[in-house]
């Protein structure tokens, strides 16, 4: 069920104009949020990450829709108001949004992931090529682990109490504020589901991005690796500079930890139209 928050990020966006539906897939209905955008540019889907919601990103989504066709915002299998059956892991979570993302895209579009939506984006981009105009992943996860590295951040994961929650706050925002403690009640409602802590056990470094995943891209590919990122171990930054496709690019900014639509909305929606601007851009003519 979803949270009293992410019923209030919805309400927000209904009221300017975004509608919500839900699309049938063997995995549970996926919920998505959807709107028209006022601009040129490439229609736009934004994948979340783990417990959030596509709702979550109002502002950012507002903030690009300004400037693109379209933009889509799925909430994954058993997050937000997606159904949630129990019997879920990594790998049936990504086949439920890839079926839903099938039946919605009208063409191609440049997917964004954000955390867990950027492992996500890769896997789509590698299984529907046709249909990724260009990748832009922000602090985005997947990178292979050790088993050591899994256990860290499956205990960070492991949100049990509202002190648990405010810590996972403070390692995953850089200036949380005035909403510190509303977002770690929502973090908390979102660790509690039987769902989430079903996916979250299963957990596994099986479950990561390859060397050879990355490198076999063929759309243009764009990471925003926040300097400040406390959640993901700092050997992810490394693997993503290390296996770019050609023309793949990983910038490094200032004051962005891991939730850079939070920690700097307007710096993280330039830099994406940014982007969309250079995928939408036709490629260099080769001279003979």
């Given amino acids: 069920m979803a949270a009293l928050t992410e019923h209030a990020s919805l309400l927000n966006l209904r009221v300017r104009g975004w509608r919500g539906r839900h699309v049938e897939t063997p995995y549970g209905r996926v919920h998505l949020i959807e709107a028209r955008g006022e601009g040129p540019l490439p229609t736009v889907v934004l994948l979340h990450g783990f417990t959030a919601a596509g709702a979550h990103y109002g502002p950012l989504l507002e903030e690009l829709r300004r400037s693109v066709r379209r933009v889509v915002a799925p909430d994954l299998p058993a997050h937000g108001f997606s159904d949630s059956p129990v019997a879920l892991d990594l790998g049936n979570l990504y086949l439920g949004l890839r079926d839903a993302l099938d039946q919605s895209l009208d063409g ?6 954000n955390s867990l939506g950027g492992a996500f984006a890769v896997r789509y981009a590698l299984d529907r090529p046709e249909r990724v105009l260009g990748l832009a992943l922000l602090s985005p996860g997947g990178a292979p682990m ?89 050997s992810g930054k490394r693997f993503f500079m290390d296996n770019l496709p050609p023309g793949g690019r990983v910038e490094l900014h200032r004051g962005i930890g891991h939730c850079p639509h939070i920690d700097d909305l307007d710096h993280t929606a330039r830099t994406l139209i940014r982007w969309c601007r250079e995928f939408a851009r036709p490629p260099a003519r080769q001279h003979p």
């Fill in 108 to 113: 191609p579009c440049v997917l964004v992931g």
């Fill in 146 to 234: 050790t088993a050591q590295e899994m256990v860290a951040l499956k205990e960070l994961f492991n949100v049990r109490s509202d002190g648990d929650a405010l810590a996972f706050v403070d390692r995953a925002m850089v200036h949380p504020g005035v909403m510190r403690r509303l977002y770690a009640w929502g973090i908390r409602q979102g660790f509690s589901r039987p769902a989430i802590r079903s996916i979250l056990d299963g957990m596994s470094t099986a479950d990561c991005l390859r060397p050879e995943d990355l490198r076999s891209l063929t759309m243009p590919l764009r990471v925003m690796w926040g300097e400040e990122e406390r959640v993901l171990p700092s």
